[in-house]
């Protein structure tokens, strides 16, 4: 589903973000990317939808990633930003869920059908008319998952889903998460919720990608979780 | 304060039938009275009277409490008073036959009567205008309002620049408040440093909260990026206004024009 081969990245010529990136998702595979703060979790999230591009392939299904395909890819990865503040830019629920319809080209009808599934699939119908300011950071987080759920993507590229929320919001986001179909990219550094959603793991550090592997594998290796900044 | 901001609270929820009226019909409606009182001639008392009178009818159609929207027309026109009162006695010159002389408190003050009517023109005309915008603002949804702007000729650009400002304001607002405890939280010894140094920290402050606002435009954008955002806005297609809707708005119109013709002539006459 995503090939992302030699994928090199810097902000600054002398601060590169992505190191030589290679990595291969599975269709239906759920993957944590998990490492310090500044490892390159997030960028590498951006890279998946071309809102950053750096040197080296990355391909989405069928799609190679460049500038003719980036519509298609855009409808085919829905990205969920770590600040539900910052994603949620309109001002009610429902006109930010219905943001990316739009631009699809949708029937007022099927936008507002569409928007409604979405917003019942994370338990948020009764506020479609609220503004972001009125909701919990948990229900804005939610809300910014139905605002990517409604256009269909196939693949999740979350950016730390379960930030900041309490037990109760948490637990509702990683139920949710465990119940999606779509192929997802997680960058967490909650261990738990990679351990209940995710089958592979893959541990980043200083822009490289340092190992790949099953959770099992890569959550029971206490010494690389201790040299990677995930455990104290 | 919920986590992300102070909720802006200008619109009032309700069930009125200026709840359910079309937005813009009432943005249009509001133009029309806005466009109405700036052209009535100054004297015009009667035809202020008829404009307070519909005003107040529409207040209390508007099934909202009367001292909210009283008072948030207050505020709002509270600076212009303070503007225009003083022309009453700074247009007086002692001596010219056109001032009146008034005793206050001991003070004795003098005024030109003309100044005051023509103060008291602009007062009336703001207030009622001010009240109507007050009215319309608190029945009507913001966005809704926006969309009705831009169904009247608002460019798109200008209105999704308001439609940001508006949902990030009180975001900023909130973080600028997170600030301001944390320095007060930091404030607590018994020698406060100089007024320099107090006024530098501030600036560092603004800048931090600038650069934050620049960083989170950015990932604005993004978020906008990654939804279709391709520079193009698209917003969401409006039915168009039924014959009955168009005909009120050219009645109130009209109605103004005839209440401005009418003012005029009685002025000439």
């Keep these: 589903m995503i090939e992302i081969r030699n994928l090199s990245f810097a902000y600054a010529p002398e601060k590169p973000a992505l190191r030589d990136i290679t990595l291969r998702v599975s269709r239906g595979q759920k993957l944590a990317l998990v490492g310090p703060n500044g490892a390159g979790k997030t960028t590498l999230l951006l890279q998946l939808n071309g809102i950053l591009r750096g040197q080296g392939s990355l391909r989405v299904g069928e799609l190679e990633l460049k500038d003719d395909n980036l519509p298609a890819i855009r409808a085919q990865v829905g990205l969920l930003f770590q600040s539900p503040d910052d994603q949620m830019f309109s001002n ?3 006109d930010d869920v219905a943001y990316g319809l739009r631009y699809q080209g949708l029937a007022d009808e099927q936008i507002a059908e569409r928007a409604a599934r979405a917003l019942e699939q994370v ?11 009125q909701l919990s950071l948990g229900e804005k987080k939610r809300a910014a998952l139905a605002s990517v759920l409604c256009m269909q993507p196939e693949v999740l590229a979350l950016d730390e889903p379960s930030a900041g929320l309490d037990p109760r919001g948490r637990r509702g986001i ?3 998460l465990q119940q999606l179909p779509q192929t997802m990219l997680i960058a967490t550094h909650d261990l738990d919720l990679v351990g209940e959603v995710c089958s592979q793991v893959a541990v980043m550090d200083a822009g490289r990608l340092v190992r790949v592997g099953s959770s099992a594998t890569i959550l029971s290796d206490y010494a690389l979780l201790t040299e990677h900044g995930l455990r104290a | 304060m919920t986590p992300g901001g102070r909720q802006p609270d200008v619109y009032l929820p309700g069930q009125s039938l200026l709840h359910r009226t079309d937005a813009r019909v009432k943005a249009a409606l509001l133009i029309a009275c806005l466009l109405t009182l700036g052209l009535l001639p100054v004297r015009a008392w009667l035809m202020y009277l008829i404009m307070a009178g519909l005003t107040a009818i529409a207040l209390l159609l508007a ?3 009367l001292v909210v929207l009283l008072r948030r027309a207050l505020i709002l026109e ?3 008073l303070l503007v225009l009162i003083p022309q009453i006695f700074l247009n007086g010159e002692t001596g010219t036959a056109a001032n009146e002389s008034l005793r206050l408190l001991g003070w004795q003050l003098v005024f030109s009567p003309l100044a005051l009517q023509k103060v008291l023109g602009i007062l009336a005309r703001s207030a009622l205008s001010i009240q109507c915008a007050v009215l319309i603002t608190a029945t009507t949804r913001f966005e809704d309002l926006l969309g009705a702007l831009h169904a009247l000729g608002l460019p798109s650009m200008l209105m999704a620049i308001l439609a940001l400002m508006w949902r990030y304001l009180f975001v900023i607002m909130a973080e600028a408040q997170r600030m301001l405890q944390a320095r007060l939280a930091r404030s607590a010894g018994s020698s406060p440093p100089g007024l320099l140094w107090r006024a530098r920290v501030t600036g560092g402050m603004l800048g931090a909260l600038l650069l934050r606002s620049i960083q989170r435009s950015q990932r604005i954008f993004q978020a906008m990026q990654a939804r279709g955002y391709n520079g193009r806005l698209i917003l969401s297609r409006l039915d ?3 014959n009955a809707q168009r005909l009120a708005v050219a009645a109130f119109a009209a109605g103004g024009a005839v209440l401005v013709l009418l003012a005029r002539w009685m002025a000439v006459g």
């Design chain 1, 174 to 176: 990683i139920n949710l």
């Design chain 2, 240 to 242: 168009p206004l039924t």
């Design chain 1, 123 to 133: 338990g948020m119908h009764g506020l479609a008319q609220s503004s972001p300011l």
């Design chain 2, 63 to 65: 099934e909202l409490p």
């Design chain 2, 78 to 80: 509270l600076p212009l």
């Design chain 1, 92 to 94: 009610s629920v429902f």
